[in-house]
Each structure stands twice: as structure tokens, then as C-alpha cells.
């Protein structure tokens, strides 16, 4: 068990680009959230999955973001047309089902990225 | 909405020395979970402490303690016998009780610096 993935680490893209991420789960966590981080401040909630569902999007993620967990193993979140205030760590993160593991969190190292 | 202040930016301790990290935060609900994260500079959240609300107990692991005024909504973290490998960001969270999302709310975070 190698913990949560992700990839690319870095990202560097042209303003109006769209940009994909992946996010690999601990493997039977069947919870997956992803989280943005800009400069200075605390990470903040984007959207969560259970299993495949995409149970709930944060008001941070405009119509330009979009998340997937088709099989309910790896996600992807892609931003499209992508702008300058874009930039920031997205962070990956997953746990197992409340019964068997409560309330912990399996962090990523996250994607950096940066609109020019 | 429940929010998370961090009122120390920064901090510094000396090698074996104590430090104290505060934390406030602000909810209408009576019973939710507090924790408290490190990011090292490799970027990944790693959980150092968890507390549930209804437990009168202040939550401790190894060097690590809280001191939990549910009155007063604080939530310090104590760090005894500092060590050169404590050095990292840390963050305040908040997550209600319920449900099944494991959204977290972060506080703005502390870096600390250990000085040998």
C-alpha cells in the first residue's frame, strides 16, 4: 500500500488551457475528496465521492471544474479554460467507510498548479 | 457556517523545548470532531491528533496533546519535547458530526520553525 497518488506533482499551463489531474485512492477506501490549497491558506473542500456518486460539490467549484471517479477507483478533476486564479496545490484525499475507520483522512502530496 | 482561526502565523521553539499552537473555531453544533494536521514540506496532510466534541478528555499521542475548552471553542495543540522533525505547517480543522462526508474545515494553518 502505497497511500493516495497523485500526478502529475507539478503543472505549469497557459491561461485558457484545460488541465487534468488524477487522483489514485488507497485501495478499498471507497470515500474520495478533493481539496484546493492556494498560498497562505488551509485547504479547502471542493467535492467528495462514494464510491462512484459524486455526493457533494463545494460553491468553490464553478461550472469549469469538472470531477469523475468513474469506477469508483481513481479520480480525475479537469478545470477547464483554465485562469490565473486556477493556481493553487489540489489535494487528494480518501478513507473507508465510516464503520470500519472513523473520521481519518489519507492525504496526497498534491498538484501544484500555475496559470500564466 | 462553522469557521477556523489560527491566530499565530508563525511560531518558533527551541529543540526539547514546549510549544503551544492555538486555535479557535466557531460552530452552532454540539457535538463535531477537532483535529489538528501537519504539512511537512513534501506536502503531504498528515493527521497528528484527533478529538471528539463529546469527550471531556483532552486527546493525546505521544508528545502531542490538546487542550480542549468546548465553553470557550479552543483547541490548542501542545508539542513537549520538540523535535527538529516537528518543523512543518500546521493546520486547525473542524468537521461536524454526522452524515457521511468527512468534510473538513482548515484554518489558515502555523508554520512552525524548531531551532536546534
Known amino acids: 500500500d502505497t497511500g493516495v497518488s497523485q500526478d502529475p506533482r507539478h503543472k505549469i499551463t497557459k491561461r485558457g488551457q484545460n488541465v487534468t489531474f488524477r487522483c489514485d485512492p488507497i485501495s478499498e477506501h471507497n470515500r474520495l475528496y478533493w481539496y484546493r490549497q492556494t498560498l497562505g491558506q488551509g485547504p479547502e473542500f471542493l467535492t467528495y465521492f462514494q464510491n462512484e456518486a459524486q455526493l457533494e460539490k463545494s460553491r468553490l467549484l464553478s461550472d469549469r471544474f469538472s470531477a469523475e471517479r468513474p469506477k469508483g477507483s481513481f479520480s480525475t478533476l479537469e478545470i477547464q479554460r483554465t485562469e490565473q486564479g486556477d493556481s493553487a496545490m489540489y489535494l487528494c484525499a480518501s478513507s473507508l467507510p465510516r464503520t470500519l475507520n472513523r473520521e481519518k483522512l489519507f492525504f496526497g502530496s498534491g498538484t501544484q498548479l500555475s496559470v500564466l | 457556517a462553522q469557521t477556523v482561526t489560527q491566530s499565530q502565523p508563525e511560531m518558533s521553539v527551541q529543540e526539547a523545548e514546549t510549544v503551544t499552537l492555538s486555535c479557535t473555531y466557531d460552530?452552532?453544533?454540539?457535538?463535531?470532531?477537532l483535529f489538528w494536521y501537519k504539512q511537512p514540506p513534501s506536502r503531504q496532510m498528515i493527521l497528528v491528533i484527533r478529538?471528539?466534541?463529546?469527550?471531556?478528555q483532552n486527546a493525546t499521542e505521544n508528545r502531542f496533546s490538546v487542550n480542549f475548552q468546548k465553553a470557550a471553542k479552543s483547541f490548542s495543540l501542545k508539542i513537549s519535547d520538540s523535535q527538529l522533525g516537528d518543523a512543518a505547517m500546521y493546520f486547525c480543522?473542524?468537521?461536524?458530526?454526522?452524515?457521511?462526508?468527512?468534510?473538513?474545515?482548515f484554518g489558515k494553518g502555523t508554520l512552525l520553525t524548531v531551532n536546534p
Open positions: 480543522a473542524y468537521r461536524r458530526s454526522g452524515g457521511s462526508n468527512y468534510k473538513l474545515t
Open positions: 460552530t452552532s453544533e454540539s457535538d463535531y470532531y
Open positions: 478529538q471528539e466534541a463529546y469527550k471531556q
